[in-house]
């Protein structure tokens, strides 16, 4: 069964940086995309960043410029690289893998607050 276990959230300064982490195990045959989701309380789940197979990446307008996607093959692992943190960017930030179906990550808590 594959898992997806989140790391890296807390509680940060307006401006400040955090990285998350997304480790997967399991029996994975292939992965069409990674990316990020999160949402925010009484707000809709919303894309983050995508990651494709081939490396093509898709950011929202919100986070583009701030925040990074990226991946480690050899350990399975995609990271949300999140920089210039903002309140609003104050939500349950969530990691997807679309192989055959899509698995999902538990969900992180990120909280941007003085």
């Known amino acids: 069964q594959v898992q997806l276990v989140e790391s890296g959230g807390g509680l940060v300064q307006p401006g400040g940086s955090l990285r998350l982490s997304c480790a997967a195990s399991?029996?994975?045959?292939?992965?069409?995309?990674m990316g990020w989701y999160r949402q925010a309380p009484g707000k809709q789940r919303e894309l983050v960043a995508a990651?494709?197979?081939?490396?093509?990446?898709n950011y929202a307008d919100s986070v583009k410029g701030r925040f990074t996607i990226s991946r480690d093959n050899a350990k399975n692992t995609v990271y949300l690289q999140m920089n210039s943190l903002k309140a609003e960017d104050t939500a349950v930030y969530y990691c997807?893998?679309?192989?055959?179906?899509?698995?999902w990550g538990q969900g992180t808590q990120v909280t941007v607050s003085s």
């Open positions: 997807l893998i679309r192989s055959r179906g899509d698995y």
């Open positions: 990651m494709s197979s081939g490396g093509s990446t």
């Open positions: 399991g029996s994975i045959f292939s992965i069409n995309i």
